[in-house]
């Protein structure tokens, strides 16, 4: 789904976590846009209304949800688009790290409760050549983002990174529910 409204910031494309849709940023999807921000959130292969089924997976269809990041990147560059920014929650996390990595149109990263490794999709051996802004939130009740948050922002080495930690909020997409204010800190930021 993409609202084009005639703001002036970088579009922001929206990357659910695994076994969820892009239903997940409705309300996220709603904030930024009455904020002019345009938006575009997608369902991976194997989610929402894909035809494929994400329980049946293999290695290679896990690495290829980077594929799905950058055919939201070609889209929102095929409307005029140079800079956008990605927003994603857990395996949509690593996903948009690895393809920002290798993908200079991606300009800023807000990184929910992203892990060192899921299905395969490491990001902690990459995160020092990212070198762009980004944006690692994290709660502390969910232990292993927490630890991988910190692990990642350590790999860094980026004078752009920060870390945003929360006492409570859960995995993912869960900490904009959770945690009120998230969604008007990711727009200050993402400004």
Known sequence: ??????????????????????????????????????VLAIDFRGHGNSDLEYTTFTDEDWQNLVVDVQAGIDFLESKGYERIAVVGASIGANAGLKQAVQDTRIDSLVLLSAGESYHGINVTGIAPYYDRPVMIVAAMDDKEAAISATRIYNAMGNPYVDLKMYPTGGHGTEILKNQEGLAATIVTWLR
């Open 1 to 38: 789904s993409i609202v084009v409204p005639n703001g002036a910031f970088a579009p922001v494309l929206l990357l659910h976590m695994l076994g969820r849709d892009k239903s997940d940023y409705k309300n996220l999807t709603l904030y930024l846009q009455r904020n002019g921000f345009s």
